[in-house]
């Protein structure tokens, strides 16, 4: 298969992307950072940071798959786009990995500076936290943000993108849809080099052919609209909690009263904030791990004896 021009390629459809990953399937052992070995056969780690849309992530993974190569796809989990720690980016990062593909993590050293913590300890958290969410071990991470003084461009414990090593022969990327070094993009397509690291971002890549203020008009848009859900749900709780409907009726029927602490020598005011010690006592007696079995057993004997319990 020849060579995707410049011109598809600059247009970043995913019909591109397709033809690129065809086109150098034929030249290069596509792999992974964690499948670099140091024999003598040309390679190239394909890697992707998700810095903005894990389901665009998930889609060109499966384009990968059907085309049987691998990949490593590096995770923020400070992204102010997505949260990882949500379930359905978590069975995102599931299923990219069900499909062959690595998981990294994507580490941000200006924002651990913000921190001001330990940069090492840090780092560490944020593995154990990946690993632990994808029952996985995690062995690559990659560099986010500026291009700035890595404090674990020297660790020997994983594998860092960006160590010379990785990025023998030929690193290019295309961060913010620009081609960088856009001649090294050329040398890509007419004289491939022995080594390359080929970088792309996968929020970059659109069935359409759009431009780079309208695609991030999309990202933005696809927020707003999660916001908004999210919204709507927050709303319908407001309006079928029962503590909530409960509570509105009684400020509602006390608006024209003044609210004051209870008169103990009134009686009824008295069993009043008496039954609401209570509550209180039962919310924590059955917020206890002994509380739950206790309620787990009565569960169970109302479901085995309902005629009894009801008569």
Same mark, same amino acid.
């Given at each position: ?43 190239? #780690? ?27 796809? !590096? ?27 690595? #998981? ?14 330990? $940069? =090492? ?38 594998? =860092?993108?960006?160590? $010379? ?6 690193? #290019? ?64 709780? !407001?309006?079928?909690? $029962? ?62 004896? $309902? ?5």
């Amino acid at each position: 298969m020849d060579a995707p021009t410049l011109e598809e390629l600059t247009e970043f459809t995913l019909k591109s992307y397709v033809k690129l990953l065809k086109y150098l399937n034929q030249i290069y052992k596509i792999v992974p950072f964690c499948k670099v070995n140091n024999k003598d056969t040309p390679y190239l #780690i394909l890697r992707h940071d998700i810095d903005i849309s894990l389901p665009e992530a998930l889609k060109m993974a499966q384009i990968e798959k059907d085309l049987n190569i691998q990949s490593t796809y !590096f995770v923020l989990l400070s992204s102010k786009f997505y949260n990882v720690l949500e379930d359905d980016n978590v069975d995102i990062l599931k299923q990219i990995s069900k499909l062959g593909h690595e #998981i990294g993590l994507h580490y941000h050293p200006a924002q651990y500076r913000l921190y001001k913590q330990n $940069p =090492n300890k840090t780092l560490e958290i944020e593995i154990q936290l990946l690993e632990h969410l994808l029952g996985k071990k995690v062995f690559s991470i990659a560099r986010h943000g500026p291009w700035d003084r890595d404090p674990f461009a020297r660790t020997k414990k994983y594998i =860092n993108a960006n160590h $010379p090593h990785l990025r023998r022969d030929l690193f #290019i990327h295309e961060s913010d849809r620009a081609w960088t070094p856009l001649e090294g993009l050329i040398r890509l397509l007419n004289n491939p080099p022995k080594r390359v690291q080929l970088l792309t971002h996968p929020e970059n890549w659109q069935e359409d052919k759009i431009d780079r203020n309208t695609l991030l008009e999309r990202h933005f848009q696809a927020l707003a609209k999660k916001n908004l859900m999210l919204k709507k749900q927050i709303l319908e709780c !407001f309006r079928t909690d $029962p503590l909530i409907i409960n509570y509105d009726k009684m400020m509602k029927k006390n608006e024209n009263e003044q609210l004051h602490v209870p008169e103990f020598r009134d009686k009824k005011k008295l069993r009043q904030a008496l039954d609401n010690y209570n509550d209180l006592f039962r919310y924590y007696i059955i917020n206890t791990r002994l509380g739950w079995s206790v309620h787990q057993l009565k569960t169970k004997f109302q479901n085995t004896f $309902p005629k009894f319990i009801s008569s």
